[in-house]
């Protein structure tokens, strides 16, 4: 290829632009490790803490940093971003069928990158924002921390060429049940594919660490989620599979794509571990139907009566998906890089979300939680200084808060209000508008 724009050579070439950072074919390169790697946990015991708090909401527990990973609760919002593809796909579709599929692989890679993130974001301070741009995936990014108590982080993404609009706020509620922390995030997600002039709306599942007391901890998803299409009708109802007794079920995900009048168009199927396919209905349920009777003869051949939840992480029956013929890939998961385990169990993308470079310094503002000190100092892998400045940002988080009851002043967001969900008319924070117009003035001072 001969135009002006293309890259000549296939090979990666380095260069470095005038402000000094590192750029490959023209395309900004991220960072592939973090600072320092992580500490060991195995000196803490959590059960020390939570002891305490048995059925307790665990947002108002002050957890010690050891626990925590170098990420605020908004940048590990942003990693429902990781596969945005799925979105620029879903929009080059002119199927309302095929389009779903996509939203629906979206909805499952969003929830990927907590399998085995057992490390706690730290909650983000009222006021905080985050932002990212990815010109490499087509995609920026927006959050800020809305409401403290109850915490609600409020996030607006948009194509870079203006072919959708994904935005939602999200209320993580944890509970503490003795052996396991459950983390139901209440909130909408809403993607508009403006191309089509379609709306997608639909909520998370309930994540679970197991294992918090003693052995080694897991983590497991579960509950339904449903995706409207707003224009059509069309939903897809997928179930998030608990584990079960046996870790048969593990991470395993499957649903129907049906049309308003709730005939079944396509079935999905797959882990939100790995990946997710599309098969006709009529060969699924067959499958299905087989697959039954075929555990139904093995169960008879041994009996047991058990229904405690599993301890350990029960290993699941084949590591993969068995594919049905016939089925088509939707979406498969990145790799985690070779340094991951050191490193929280962070993907490739979460490794880049608190990146900070000396021209991106001078635009963002000072919100903005890549200048939060106390996740800097653990990302570096000074954990006292860590612990010490949580402690101070949190003390300095409540004063303000006293200041303002006492002088009966409320607190303003500063780019997103209240208002109903245009789409479901449940209540929502939706973005105001004129962030990236980089014209930061009265910012609260939080760090």
């Not at 993130?117 to 995936?137: A, S, V």
């Not at 998906?321 to 990145?334: H, M």
Request: with cysteine.
């Amino acid at each position: 290829m001969d135009s002006k724009d293309t890259i000549t050579s296939s090979v990666s070439e380095e260069k470095v632009c005038g402000s000094g950072e590192s750029m490959s074919n023209g395309i900004k390169k991220h960072r592939t490790s973090l600072p320092s790697p992580m500490f060991s946990r195995n000196d803490f015991s959590i059960w020390s803490i939570l002891r305490k708090c048995i059925g307790m909401e665990l947002s108002k527990i002050t957890m010690p940093v050891i626990f925590n990973e170098p990420l605020s609760f908004l940048q590990r919002l942003t990693e429902y971003m990781e596969h945005t593809y799925l979105i620029h796909k879903a929009s080059s579709l002119s199927s309302t069928t095929e389009r779903m599929q996509c939203v629906a692989a979206f909805a499952v890679s969003a929830v990927a990158s907590q399998w085995e993130r057992t490390g706690k974001p730290f909650n983000p301070l009222l006021g905080e924002t985050y932002e990212l741009i990815r010109d490499d995936l087509g995609f920026r990014l927006l959050s800020e921390q809305v409401s403290h108590h109850p915490p609600i982080s409020a996030f607006y993404a948009e194509g870079l060429n203006n072919d959708f609009v994904f935005h939602g706020s999200i209320y993580p509620k944890l509970k503490f049940w003795g052996k396991s922390v459950e983390a139901e995030p209440k909130g909408t997600m809403t993607l508009e594919l403006l191309e089509h002039n379609e709306a997608y709306t639909w909520t998370n599942p309930t994540c679970c660490v197991h294992n918090i007391i003693v052995g080694k901890l897991w983590i497991e998803q579960y509950g339904n989620v449903e995706i409207t299409n707003h224009k059509t009708g069309e939903k897809c109802v997928l179930s998030f599979k608990p584990c079960g007794l046996f870790g048969k079920e593990l991470h395993k995900v499957e649903g129907y794509i049906q049309d308003k009048s709730k005939k079944k168009l396509c079935a999905l199927y797959g882990k939100w571990t790995e990946c997710l396919y599309s098969v006709d209905p009529a060969t699924f349920e067959a499958y299905k139907k087989n697959d039954k009777k075929n555990a139904e003869e093995k169960k008879s051949s041994k009996q047991v009566g058990n229904t405690e939840e599993p301890d350990e992480m029960p290993l699941p029956d084949s590591e993969s998906v068995y594919v049905i013929p016939g089925s088509i890939l939707l979406w498969k998961i990145t790799p985690r890089p070779p340094n991951s385990a050191q490193m929280y169990n962070f993907t490739s993308f979460a490794m880049a979300l608190n990146e900070l470079d000396k021209e991106m310094e001078s635009v963002i503002p000072k919100t903005d939680c890549r200048l939060r000190p106390d996740i800097r100092a653990m990302e570096n892998g000074e954990i006292d200084l860590a612990s010490e400045e949580k402690k101070r940002l949190e003390e300095k988080q409540r004063t303000a808060r006293k200041n303002r009851s006492k002088s009966e002043e409320d607190w303003k967001t500063r780019w997103f209000h209240q208002g109903p969900n245009p789409y479901t008319g449940t209540q929502d924070w939706l973005y105001s508008g004129n962030y990236w117009d980089r014209n930061y003035f009265n910012l609260p001072d939080i760090y």
